[in-house]
C-alpha cells in the first residue's frame, strides 16, 4: 500500500498528537513546515530488554475485554477524539471527505469480539499458546512446549486506509507485545486517535502503556538508524510501497526481522457466464465497480484490470456498464473522485484515437474511466480508471497474475474452483467472490501468510 504526502496548498500548519507509551504527548511542538509535531525524544521510544514489555502477563481475555470496550467507545466517540481527528484528516487526505467519514465511521469493526478470537484461534491455534506453554508431543514420544511470547514492534503503517491503523493497534495488542507506530504522512491522526481512546477507557492499563505512535519523516537516517536494532525491537512490520521497503531493508539483520505487507495490485476475472442475461451482466459490472473502487482505488484490493471471458464486443458491453457504475457512492467510495492527472490523459488520449483497437468509456472528471484493450495497458490505472481486456478463456488470464497480484475477484463464484490453483501457484494471495475484495475477513491470510503468527517470538521448551 503507498500513498501522498500531505498538501503543500494547506492554508495552516496542522497540529499532530503524538503518544508516548500510552500519554499523549504535550511538549512543545516544532514546525516541521507543513505541520507541527513535539520534538521526539528517541529514549523514551523504547522499552529495555532487561525487563519485560507491559502487558507481558496479561491474560488474552483481558486484552480482548479492553479492545472490544475501545470498539464502542469509537463507535460513540463521546470524547470527539475520532471527531478532532476527522477534521483534521479532511483538508490534507487524498480521499474525499464523505469517504473518510464512512471509514471512521466503521472503524470499531475492527474491535469486535468474534473477528479477534477470529485472529487468536485461526492464527495461533487458541489463547494458551499466548497466556502460557503449549505441550506438544514430539515423533519420539518426549513432551516439549511452545509459547508465542510477546514481541518488541516497529510499525511503518500505511494511510491509504483508516483501518490499517485499527488493524496495527488490534493486532500489537494481541500479542501483548512492546509497539512503536510511525504515523504516515497522509494519515497522522487515526493511530492516535485509537491510542487514545483506548487510553481514555483504561487509563495507565499495561496494553494502553504498551504503545507509542509519532512522526519522523520516512528514511530519515538519524531516528531510524537508532531505533532500528536488535537491541531496542525484534521486528520491523512495514506497510508501504516499493520506496517504503527497500528503505527498511538495509536495516534488517540477525535479531531484527522485516514483517513486510509489500506493494500489491488486484485484477478480476468475469466469465462467459456474465452474458447469459442482461441482469447477470448487470451484476458483474456492479460487482466489478465495487472491487475498482475500494478507497477511491487507493487500497491494493481495488481492481485495476478485469479480464472478460469472450469476444470484443462482449467486452465492450461489459466495460460500457462497467464505466456507468464506477460513478456510483457506495461505503467506502465517493461517485466523484480526482480528475485524472495529465500525464494519464496524455496517454489514454492516444488509445482514443486508436479505435477499433481501443476503445475508451468515460472522462477525466474523476467519475470512472474504462479502456478496453487488446493486451493490459502498459500503465498503471490509477483514481478510478479501469482496463478491460478481452480473453477467450479466464486460465489465459492467469499468465497476467503474479507475485504482486494480491486479490483476484471472479465471476461468477463456480469458476474459482478451476482457477485458484493456478493462480495461486502464480503468486496470488487471495481469490474472492467479484465484489468481495474490499476488507478482509479477521482470521485469514493477509499477503500469503498469518500475520500475528509472523509477529509473534515462538520460542520452544525442549
Excluded at 210 to 228: I, M, N, P, Q
Excluded at 279 to 306: H, I, M, Y
Excluded at 375 to 385: A, L, S, T
Excluded at 430 to 447: E, F, I, T, Y
Aim: proline share 7%.
Amino acid at each position: 500500500m503507498s500513498g501522498t504526502a500531505l498538501d503543500d496548498t494547506a492554508a495552516a500548519p496542522v497540529t499532530v498528537v503524538h503518544v508516548i507509551r500510552g500519554e499523549t504527548d504535550h511538549s512543545t511542538p516544532v514546525d516541521l513546515g507543513r505541520f507541527t509535531a513535539p520534538a521526539l525524544d528517541l529514549d523514551r521510544l523504547v522499552w529495555p530488554r532487561s525487563e519485560p514489555g507491559p502487558a507481558f502477563h496479561v491474560p488474552v481475555a483481558e486484552i480482548v475485554d479492553l479492545l472490544v470496550e475501545t470498539g464502542e467507545a469509537l463507535k460513540a466517540d463521546s470524547g470527539g477524539l475520532l471527531a478532532e481527528a476527522l477534521e483534521r484528516m479532511i483538508p490534507v487526505s487524498p480521499l474525499p471527505a464523505e469517504v473518510l467519514e464512512r471509514a471512521y465511521a466503521v472503524l470499531w469493526r475492527s474491535f469486535q469480539r468474534p473477528g479477534l478470537y477470529a485472529q487468536i484461534d485461526h492464527e495461533l491455534g487458541g489463547a494458551n499458546v499466548l497466556d502460557g506453554w503449549r505441550e506438544v508431543r514430539l515423533p519420539d514420544d518426549r513432551i516439549a512446549a511452545t509459547r508465542a511470547f510477546p514481541p518488541r514492534l516497529v510499525h511503518i503503517i500505511a494511510g491509504n486506509a483508516p483501518g490499517v491503523a485499527a488493524m496495527s493497534v488490534v493486532r500489537g495488542a494481541l500479542t501483548k507485545g512492546v509497539n512503536l507506530l510511525k504515523l504516515p504522512s497522509n494519515d497522522l491522526f487515526t493511530a492516535t486517535a485509537i491510542l487514545r481512546t483506548m487510553a481514555a477507557v483504561a487509563p495507565g492499563h499495561p496494553v494502553v502503556r504498551s504503545f507509542s505512535a509519532v512522526y519522523w519523516r520516512g528514511g530519515d537516517e538519524a531516528v531510524e538508524s537508532v531505533l532500528f536494532r536488535p537491541q531496542f525491537f525484534d521486528k520491523l512490520v512495514a506497510w508501504g510501497g516499493e520506496a517504503t521497503i527497500r528503505s527498511a531493508l538495509k536495516y534488517v539483520g540477525p535479531g531484527f526481522e522485516l514483517v513486510s505487507f509489500d506493494p500489491k495490485t488486484s485484477i478480476s476475472m468475469i466469465g462467459r457466464e456474465a452474458f447469459a442475461s442482461e441482469e447477470s451482466l448487470a451484476r458483474a459490472a456492479d460487482a466489478g465497480a465495487a472491487d475498482a473502487t475500494f478507497f477511491n482505488q487507493q487500497a491494493c484490493v481495488a481492481s485495476r484490470f478485469q479480464f472478460v471471458e469472450g469476444s470484443w464486443d462482449d467486452a465492450d458491453r461489459y466495460a460500457a456498464l462497467l464505466c456507468e457504475r464506477l460513478g456510483v457512492a457506495r461505503e467506502f467510495s465517493s461517485a466523484g473522485g480526482p480528475r485524472v492527472a495529465s500525464e494519464l490523459r496524455e496517454e489514454i488520449d492516444v488509445l482514443r484515437s486508436m479505435e477499433p483497437e481501443y476503445r475508451v468509456w468515460g472522462g477525466y472528471d474523476g467519475q470512472g474511466l474504462v479502456i478496453r484493450s487488446p493486451e493490459p495497458v502498459d500503465f498503471h490505472p490509477d483514481g478510478k480508471i479501469v482496463d478491460v481486456v478481452p480473453v477467450a478463456a479466464l486460465s489465459e488470464a492467469v499468465t497476467h497474475a503474479g507475485v504482486a497480484t494480491q486479490t483476484v475477484g471472479v465471476y461468477p463464484d463456480t469458476r474459482k474452483a478451476e482457477l485458484r490453483d493456478a493462480l495461486a501457484c502464480a503468486g496470488v494471495q487471495r481469490v474472492v467472490s467479484l465484489g468481495r475484495a474490499g476488507g478482509m475477513p479477521p482470521g485469514l491470510s493477509h499477503d500469503g501468510f498469518y500475520p500475528l503468527q509472523r509477529l509473534m517470538r515462538w520460542v520452544n521448551d525442549e
